[in-house]
């Protein structure tokens, strides 16, 4: 399964490298190359942790349940994972919920492990929805707010 499939094909090389359970892939953002394993699972190794890219939607809530039962959570970008964005760029045009949300206190985003947010990716003019959008969208050119019961793709992350 090649969960990049919808990937533009100028900007995803061939695969380089291919084991029973896994293939390493380049992509190539404007930026940087990004080098991912991809599992056949639906898993895929980038730097330090697991991400797994949904092809179903589900609602904030729901996606962040899918990411529990797996040993994970809804992904968390912070400084320490600001490269996360060239693993976003690999994404292209699709938008997915993060782990980020206001929906205790509003305009207080705090990330699914109870950390404040420290380092922000809103697009411009966003976040704008006030208490009708508490839950985060991220596209590969920054996050906006959304209703949470809208349903997305979703990314969970599990670190290794
Ligand atoms: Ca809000
Ligand atoms: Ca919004």
Redesign the pocket.
Known sequence: MDIYANADPVNSLDVRTETENSYTKRHQTPQHAVELVVFTDGWVCYQSSLYFISFEIKNWEESRTYCRNKGADLIIINNSEEQVSDFMLTLNYDSFWIGLNDRDVEDTWKWVDGSKMTSMFWRSS????HTK?NCALAYASGW???GCHKEFKWICEKNI
Do not use: A, S, T, Y
């Not at 966003?126 to 929805?129: A, H, M, S, T, V």
């Open positions: 966003e976040p704008n929805g959008e906006i707010d959304h």
